[in-house]
């Protein structure tokens, strides 16, 4: 006599070499009395009997491994010996289960939930708003017991939301996480490097090391355990840890070890408390909404004030010394800092096609489609001396187009495998495949594209900003600066000759690539070319120094490095015709 229903048990040989490649189902195991007795079945579940070998797809699976007693267990493995492949894996089943020694509970207005389990997990389940309750509530029981508690407040406060009304809304609702500060800066240094780059999110982790490393010292951790736990007596105790700090520059192991100076003093501060506003904000709620940033104005205290008497730092006599320093390669490369407001950044990613030829033009600005952009993000057209011009004529030597500034191993011809770029559209072709091939998890931002387009230029031979602020170190020590004088300050020495020499406010902004959001812009236009003819005028000793040098140097047009033949095959060659002499 057949029996009237049957079990659902595991085949423990699923890992078998018969089973390689083959789908796994179900086997169907006789029940006898013996196994319905087995305290150990009480969760199997029952489905009507189709004969003995059959395959039946049951409704609900145990939650546990189902034990066979001894008696039956002989009978099932010869059925397995001869369905060898006929086990599959369990689906993930709900069973109905009980919290607390009840299934189901209803609040004061009467709306039931039930507790189910999958997987060892308890589940609340539900009809709300013609929707479905369904809330995982965890795997311990104390701990789903508070969950359901908040659960059915919810449902009596009517705060309650479905998962396809919670997914939309705008503000975070959950419960004010418990962080400590390492916890609260990674989680802000992800949101950073989102928006901002990998750049910035960088220093503003080497600040925000200072303040780790002061907080998790043991009698601090203490004290203030927790970030929201963060008050006065904290920013008062780091601001003291900081005058004792002893860094090194650059972060260098092997440098000599200084105290930390106010200007970097105040950048931690600031981006310190940066982190705080931003875990406070009510988009972002990792703070309590009654939390005071212990990090104010007072603390951090007032910024320090340049002389507005003070002297330019490399005035055009040091200047001109440093152009009587220069080799060849120099004075190609270096002389645009020394006589335009430019930022290195803007030399290291110049173009031979953003000089305009014609009118003696520099167009300084956002390129390939808004991929590259220089700091303030705007367009400048800058003019240019004749000087400058025949100079820059050199540096281009007979190229299309591609990197106009470029290496000194670029330059001496010792780089046989860079290619031509015939005109623009061939550089936007190399540019728009290094963009495609750049990783998602590298290129998040608009700064991340920037620096794609940056490092392909660098690898079409251009010359890098680490390497024009070295050399200008060098010629600065050689022009007999002070070691303080940092190559950086050739720009606010040139914008002090620009106002020197007459040039007008709105003008100084827009030539020095700054934003012309000032009122005279709606009431006034600039004339570049008017500004910078004054200029010029003033600097008339710098440029003729310029021009010396370079016949000193033998930089003529006939002598400037010029195309190989491998141009004709893509590929230019740097053959210079006479070797530059050396200082």
Not at 413 to 431: H, L, P, Q, S, Y
Not at 486 to 514: C, E, I, N, P
Not at 539 to 556: E, G, K, N, S
Request: with cysteine; aromatic share 6%.
């Amino acid at each position: 006599m057949q029996p009237s229903n049957i079990n659902v048990a595991r085949n423990r040989q699923a890992g078998s070499s018969g089973c390689r490649g083959k789908s796994r189902s179900l086997v169907a195991v006789p029940a006898t009395d013996e196994v319905r007795r087995d305290s150990r079945l009480t969760s199997s579940v029952s489905v009507p009997y189709s004969g003995f070998g059959a395959t039946p797809v049951p409704s609900k699976l145990e939650s546990s491994p189902c034990h066979l007693p001894p008696s039956v267990s002989s009978e099932v493995e010869s059925h397995l010996s001869e369905n060898s492949c006929a086990i599959s894996k369990p689906h993930r089943q709900m069973v109905q289960a009980v919290l607390f020694g009840k299934h189901e509970y209803r609040t004061s207005q009467g709306q039931a939930v039930q507790i189910w389990m999958r997987e060892g997990k308890y589940l609340a389940r539900g009809r709300w708003q013609r929707g479905q309750i369904f809330r995982t509530l965890g795997s311990e029981e104390e701990a789903a017991h508070r969950a359901l508690q908040r659960l059915l407040i919810e449902l009596e406060d009517g705060k309650f939301q479905l998962a396809s009304e919670a997914r939309s809304r705008q503000l975070q609702t959950a419960a004010v996480p418990v962080l400590d500060l390492r916890e609260l800066a990674n989680r802000y240094l992800i949101d950073c490097r989102k928006l901002k780059g990998a750049k910035t999110t960088a220093n503003y982790q080497s600040r925000l090391a200072h303040a780790l490393d002061f907080i998790e010292q043991p009698k601090n951790q203490r004290k203030w355990p927790h970030a929201r736990h963060l008050n006065r007596d904290f920013a008062i105790e780091f601001k003291e840890f900081l005058f004792e700090r002893k860094v090194t520059p650059n972060g260098r192991i092997g440098a000599t070890p200084r105290v930390m100076s106010p200007r970097m003093m105040r950048n931690c501060l600031e981006a310190l408390r940066g982190l705080l506003a931003w875990a406070a904000r009510a988009d972002v709620r990792l703070l309590p909404a009654d939390f005071v940033n212990p990090i104010t104005p007072e603390i951090i205290g007032p910024k320090e004030a340049k002389d507005p008497l003070r002297q330019a730092l490399v005035p055009q006599d040091v200047r001109i010394r440093m152009v009587e320093c220069m080799n060849g390669w120099q004075l190609l490369h270096l002389s645009v800092l020394l006589v335009l407001p430019t930022r290195m950044e803007d030399v290291s990613g110049a173009l031979i096609s953003d000089i305009d030829w014609n009118r003696g033009r520099w167009k300084l600005g956002t390129r390939f489609h808004g991929n590259d952009f220089n700091k303030e993000g705007v367009q400048v057209e800058m003019p240019l001396p004749p000087e400058m011009l025949s100079i820059f004529r050199i540096a281009a030597g007979g190229r299309g187009d591609g990197p106009l500034f470029c290496s000194e191993m670029d330059w001496l011809g010792k780089k046989k495998d860079r290619a031509c770029f015939t005109n623009r559209d061939a550089v936007e072709a190399m540019i728009n495949s290094a963009l495609t091939k750049a990783s998602r998890r590298v290129v998040k931002t608009a700064q991340d594209r920037k620096g794609v387009v940056r490092r392909a230029l660098r690898a079409s031979g251009a010359v890098t900003v680490e390497t024009l602020s070295k050399e200008l170190r060098t010629l600065l020590a050689m022009a007999g600066c002070p070691q303080e004088v940092r190559a950086y300050d050739l720009r606010g020495s040139v914008t002090s000759d620009m106002q020197k020499s007459g040039m007008g406010h709105l003008a100084l902004r827009y030539l020095t690539m700054h934003a012309t959001s000032d009122i005279l812009n709606e009431y006034t236009g600039v004339d570049p070319v008017h500004e910078m003819s004054k200029y010029f005028e003033f600097i008339q000793p710098l440029l003729q120094a310029l021009v010396t040098r370079a016949q000193q140097l033998r930089l003529t047009n006939e002598n400037s490095p010029i195309l190989g033949a491998g141009a004709e095959s893509g590929h230019a060659l740097w053959q210079p015709e006479a070797k530059l002499p050396s200082l």
